[in-house]
């Protein structure tokens, strides 16, 4: 059962629901952070053996008879065996996210004045490491969403990880041109991309979505290797009026709760009738759904319709939320486009459903979780790149601003930068 609560007489600090979806990210990672960190020290230390030890206790996989790294030829074969729908639309996907990708690409730069130029030279990191889950579900297009970004921006060497990769996800990973791919997972994998092991080659940066495992290694290898984000479970929150169909309403909002029992689907409206409706909907199809005790679990704790007086209270709510995906579904969504301010995707209009986004239209959807649309973008081109600034000064260019430099300097209190201004002529 969904909970329904209506904030045309209640204030949005009163909710306890609210206050527990926002509070979500926070809830487990303590819990976790222990194991998590003994996972990596003892990847650091023993290396492939490590691998060996977790992948067999976690996913029951021996990696001594199975190998780490799965062979190019397996992964090619994997492709071949596709039937032809499939490797249609796997194609069609990367085809469209790669054309999208390519308006992301920054340009170096340099600009010149009397005696100076300045500039900012862009170039990709040299190495990054896929997660792709593959506990759960199956996921190739997190292949092709990690992927294509990297492939944009130019990167060397590009290394998955995926602890049971099925026929599809290999394909995925032979589409996109993915170097090398290891059958492992978890928070192992992890470590063994940040330090390197035998096998694993340490990388740059790492990216994609994982378990509570993933999310709490990621954050702990930042610093030694550069990440995305810190991914949580997934969230759609739906802005409607009276104009929406319930039924595309609920329907949308199970596609996200089949994902994880912790995962978020919510509805802000300012119809009372349609609120309902959709309650009764989303009752009617969960009945159905092969992961219905997975939804089930995620409407029941982490879902909710909340009713409000207009839209632009729907916008103010949708904003403290900050949803890792936003429809709108209203007679005129892009009026409401001015009010968003914080979202990972927007999805304008009642067509545009999620699942398109999750797949072929093109933009990333590897989003922000968590209220991290607040301060954080979509994968892209520009997290597989490093900028460094480019800087010249001839003697007349140092003329132009020694005295001002020297100044800031002395202000500092910082008397050998000034003193070495000074040594070139004050």
């Given at each position: 059962?969904?909970?329904?609560?209506?904030?045309?007489?209640?204030?949005?600090?009163?909710?306890?629901?609210?206050?527990?979806?926002?509070?979500?990210?926070?809830?487990?990672?303590?819990?976790?952070?222990?194991?998590?960190?003994?996972?990596?020290?003892?990847?650091?230390?023993?290396?492939?053996?490590?691998?060996?030890?977790?992948?067999?206790?976690?996913?029951?996989?021996?990696?001594?008879?199975?190998?780490?790294?799965?062979?190019?030829?397996?992964?090619?074969?994997?492709?071949?065996?596709?039937?032809?729908?499939?490797?249609?639309?796997?194609?069609?996907?990367?085809?469209?996210?790669?054309?999208?990708?390519?308006?992301?690409?920054?340009?170096?730069?340099?600009?010149?004045?009397?005696?100076?130029?300045?500039?900012?030279?862009?170039?990709?990191?040299?190495?990054?490491?896929?997660?792709?889950?593959?506990?759960?579900?199956?996921?190739?297009?997190?292949?092709?969403?990690?992927?294509?970004?990297?492939?944009?921006?130019?990167?060397?060497?590009?290394?998955?990880?995926?602890?049971?990769?099925?026929?599809?996800?290999?394909?995925?990973?032979?589409?996109?041109?993915?170097?090398?791919?290891?059958?492992?997972?978890?928070?192992?994998?992890?470590?063994?991309?940040?330090?390197?092991?035998?096998?694993?080659?340490?990388?740059?940066?790492?990216?994609?979505?994982?378990?509570?495992?993933?999310?709490?290694?990621?954050?702990?290898?930042?610093?030694?290797?550069?990440?995305?984000?810190?991914?949580?479970p997934s969230e759609v929150l739906i802005i409607a009026d009276a104009s929406a169909d319930p039924s595309f309403v609920a329907m949308d909002m199970l596609s996200q709760a089949e994902h994880d029992e912790l995962a978020s689907a919510i509805l802000i409206t300012n119809c009372e009738d349609l609120a309902y409706s959709v309650a009764k909907e989303i009752d009617v199809f969960l009945s159905q759904l092969e992961r219905k005790d997975i939804a089930s679990k995620s409407i029941e704790n982490y879902g909710?319709?909340?009713?409000?007086?207009?839209?632009?209270?729907?916008?103010?709510?949708?904003?403290?939320?900050?949803?890792?995906?936003?429809?709108?579904?209203?007679?005129?969504?892009?009026?409401?486009?001015?009010?968003?301010?914080?979202?990972?995707?927007?999805?304008?209009?009642?067509?545009?459903?999620?699942?398109?986004?999750?797949?072929?239209?093109?933009?990333?959807?590897?989003?922000?979780?968590?209220?991290?649309?607040?301060?954080?973008?979509?994968?892209?081109?520009?997290?597989?790149?490093?900028?460094?600034?480019?800087?010249?000064?001839?003697?007349?260019?140092?003329?132009?601003?020694?005295?001002?430099?020297?100044?800031?300097?002395?202000?500092?209190?910082?008397?050998?930068?000034?003193?070495?201004?000074?040594?070139?002529?004050?």
């Open positions: 059962m969904i909970t329904i609560e209506d904030f045309t007489i209640k204030d949005f600090k009163s909710s306890k629901i609210l206050e527990k979806i926002l509070n979500r990210a926070k809830t487990f990672e303590k819990d976790y952070i222990d194991k998590v960190r003994d996972i990596i020290e003892n990847v650091i230390s023993h290396k492939d053996e490590a691998l060996y030890k977790y992948t067999l206790e976690f996913d029951g996989i021996d990696l001594r008879k199975e190998g780490i790294e799965i062979p190019k030829e397996a992964i090619e074969n994997a492709y071949k065996d596709l039937d032809e729908n499939t490797k249609k639309a796997l194609q069609f996907s990367y085809e469209r996210v790669y054309k999208f990708h390519e308006n992301q690409k920054e340009k170096s730069f340099i600009t010149e004045e009397e005696g100076i130029m300045l500039g900012q030279r862009v170039l990709p990191v040299e190495s990054a490491g896929l997660y792709v889950p593959g506990g759960k579900a199956a996921y190739p297009s997190s292949v092709i969403m990690n992927a294509v970004p990297a492939k944009v921006a130019g990167v060397s060497n590009i290394y998955m990880v995926c602890p049971k990769p099925t026929k599809e996800v290999l394909a995925a990973a032979y589409i996109c041109g993915i170097d090398r791919v290891f059958r492992i997972g978890g928070a192992q994998s992890i470590a063994a991309l940040a330090y390197g092991t035998q096998t694993i080659p340490a990388v740059e940066k790492i990216v994609g979505p994982g378990n509570i495992y993933v999310a709490t290694a990621k954050r702990l290898v930042y610093g030694i290797v550069g990440i995305d984000m810190v991914a949580g909710a319709i909340f009713i409000v007086k207009n839209l632009e209270k729907a916008c103010e709510l949708s904003n403290m939320i900050a949803p890792e995906h936003l429809e709108i579904s209203t007679e005129n969504p892009f009026e409401l486009l001015g009010f968003i301010k914080n979202a990972g995707a927007i999805f304008l209009g009642e067509y545009t459903v999620e699942a398109l986004g999750d797949y072929c239209l093109g933009p990333n959807h590897t989003l922000p979780t968590g209220r991290s649309a607040r301060f954080s973008s979509a994968l892209g081109v520009y997290d597989f790149v490093k900028r460094s600034s480019v800087l010249y000064v001839s003697k007349k260019g140092f003329e132009k601003v020694k005295y001002h430099a020297y100044n800031l300097a002395k202000i500092e209190g910082l008397h050998a930068h000034a003193s070495s201004i000074e040594l070139r002529g004050l």
